[in-house]
């Protein structure tokens, strides 16, 4: 049997459509994450202000296209996150969702993240 290397595939949670789905890791020496989907701008920005703090967002609007968060006391090494998808802008007409989850060990971290569009393309 053949198979071809050009095989198409679609991942759906729920109804949502996943378009990007990876992991990064992140030392304390750069502690942010942008990520670029067409025009829409996401940057994520690691701040670990205290070992025994609570969970923190604090979300920048920098231009029309471009949000910042600054994911306070993301620490934990078992992993947290947001599992829920948050609408975050549009991209071709269609809204666009993330998740996350990041898990901390010293001074790295593993960053997991997914972007959506309710319904697919």
Do not use: C
């Not at 996943?18 to 750069?30: D, I, L, Q, R």
């Not at 690691?46 to 949000?67: A, M, R, Y």
Request: charged residues 20%.
């Amino acid at each position: 049997m053949k198979i071809s290397k050009n095989i198409n595939t679609q991942t759906f949670v729920g109804d949502y459509l996943v378009f990007k789905s990876e992991t990064v890791f992140v030392s304390s020496v750069a502690p942010t994450v942008k990520i670029i989907a067409e025009t829409v701008v996401l940057t994520f920005e690691f701040s670990d202000e205290s070992e025994e703090g609570e969970t923190d967002i604090e979300s920048t609007q920098i231009s029309p296209l471009h949000v910042k968060l600054k994911l306070k006391n993301f620490s934990n090494p078992l992993a947290t996150g947001i599992l829920e998808p948050i609408k975050f802008g549009t991209i071709q007409g269609k809204d666009v969702y993330f998740t996350f989850t990041t898990n901390k060990i010293g001074d790295k971290r593993s960053f997991s993240y997914a972007l959506l569009v309710h319904g697919g393309w």
